[in-house]
């Protein structure tokens, strides 16, 4: 090997630990510079990213300044156009000035005439006002008589109406009594029928009471229970205060026929038997039925059970007392036809007390407006009464200054014709009435 290749391996050799050093120090360095490079570069991206942003920004500030100058320049066209209305108010002012200058003399030479003719006007208007306010409660005072004389009116017609009726009761009864017996063989064993014949007995005795279908009672209304079965009551009587009254008479009189036509001892006790045993059944299946617990039955107090043979009802009263009291005391009341148009006419004249003692409650509250009223016309009377005397006193001020006293306006115009001032028309002499179309 030559001395060359040994001395240049000799010095590379001894300057490799050094030249790496340089070389790590070199690569710190430029991985340094690329750090500070890609964040330079970072940042430039940002801002890049955030141009659109600014030249938005941009534009909204250069959009909101031509905003600006535009509301400015509306702004200096508003100031010149008020500064100009400002000058012709100003015009118009001193035009109004001058002009009230020239209505007040004319007003001062016409106050006279013109105050008297008011006057005139205002005591019409006044009289007119107070025939206005009279007419409503002159009217709302006819009507209150009317409809007290037709209250007491009524009430005497119900009075011998009730009469008249209780007087056609007992033919009514004879009459149903008689029906009765004729249809006796032909309800033998028809249960149905008996039903249908009930329910038109029923309908004779609502109809005989006074009630009016459809409004203090309802036949056949079609109800569900709790469970949703169909319940058809016979008839519902409304009372006053949301109560109703249900009336049933789908009772069974077929024992009662065997009763009226047995021939013996023997059958006849069983068939009275039957006829209590049969009415006990049929209140047992009532007080089941539980109508109080319908939707549509309104605070129901009690059911009527309804007989429709005045000897039927008769019979079972006369042979067991205690049939009556049982029912009564599930809230059930055995009638015949005879009780129960009793009833019913109680009922009836309870309505009518009930429509009197509305039409009472309606007569006071127009009794009371009427007293509105008056307390009302009172006010305006005294209203009317001070506005008169604040005008005569005005009317008398005014007449003063025009005639009398030191200075008035009639005195100064007759020294005004003496000077020679001409005038087309007559002056009155001060303290004379004036008339303004002398």
Not at 258 to 286: M, T, V, Y
Request: hydrophobic share 40%; aromatic share 4%.
């Amino acid at each position: 090997m030559n001395l060359t290749v040994m001395l240049v391996l000799a010095v590379v050799a001894g300057a490799a630990p050094s030249a790496l050093l340089v070389f790590i120090l070199e690569r710190r360095r430029a991985a340094r510079a690329q750090a500070e490079w890609q964040q330079a570069l970072d940042g430039s991206r940002e801002k890049l990213a955030r141009l659109p942003v600014l030249e938005q920004q941009l534009a909204s500030e250069q959009q909101h300044r031509q905003h600006s100058d535009e509301h400015a320049r509306q702004l200096a066209a508003e100031k010149a156009r008020l500064e100009e209305r400002v000058a012709g108010q100003q015009e118009k002012l001193a035009f109004s000035e001058h002009s009230r200058a020239q209505l007040k003399q004319e007003f001062e030479n016409l106050s006279a005439r013109i105050f008297e003719q008011r006057g005139k006007q205002l005591q019409e208007q006044q009289q007119q006002g107070l025939d206005g306010l009279l007419k409503p409660f002159r009217e709302q005072l006819a009507d209150f008589r009317r409809r007290v004389d037709q209250i007491h009116s009524d009430e005497t017609r119900a009075q011998a109406s009730l009469i008249e009726q209780l007087g056609q009761l007992k033919s009514l009864n004879q009459q149903m009594h008689e029906d009765a017996r004729n249809l006796t063989d032909a309800l033998k064993g028809q249960v149905k029928t008996q039903g249908n014949w009930g329910e038109m007995i029923l309908e004779r005795v609502l109809e005989s009471s006074g009630l009016t279908r459809g409004r203090e009672y309802d036949t056949q209304v079609n109800l569900k229970d709790e469970d949703g079965q169909r319940r058809l009551p016979d008839a519902i009587v409304h009372l006053p205060e949301g109560k109703d009254v249900v009336i049933d008479a789908k009772v069974s009189l077929v024992a009662y026929e065997r009763l009226s036509s047995a021939e013996g001892p023997e059958e006849r006790d069983q068939a009275l038997r039957d006829h209590l045993l049969s009415l006990r059944s049929h209140i047992k299946g009532l007080d089941a039925k539980d109508y109080s617990g319908l939707a549509g039955i309104r605070s129901l107090d009690f059911v009527l059970l309804f007989i429709p043979v005045e000897g039927a009802f008769m019979t079972a009263m006369e042979q067991d007392a205690s049939l009556y009291t049982d029912a009564f005391e599930r809230n059930i009341v055995l009638v015949s036809p005879t009780t129960l148009l009793v009833t019913l006419r109680t009922i009836q004249n309870i309505w009518r007390y009930e429509y009197q003692n509305r039409n009472a409650l309606d007569i006071a509250d127009r009794a009371g407006k009427i007293c509105d009223q008056v307390s009302l016309v009172a006010e305006s009377m005294d209203d009317v009464g001070d506005k008169i005397d604040k005008a005569q006193q005005a009317w008398q001020l005014t007449y003063n200054r025009l005639s009398r006293g030191r200075g008035n306006l009639l005195g100064q115009a007759h020294k005004l014709q003496d000077l020679g001032a001409k005038a087309r028309r007559n002056l009155p002499s001060p303290g004379d009435d004036v008339d303004g179309e002398s």
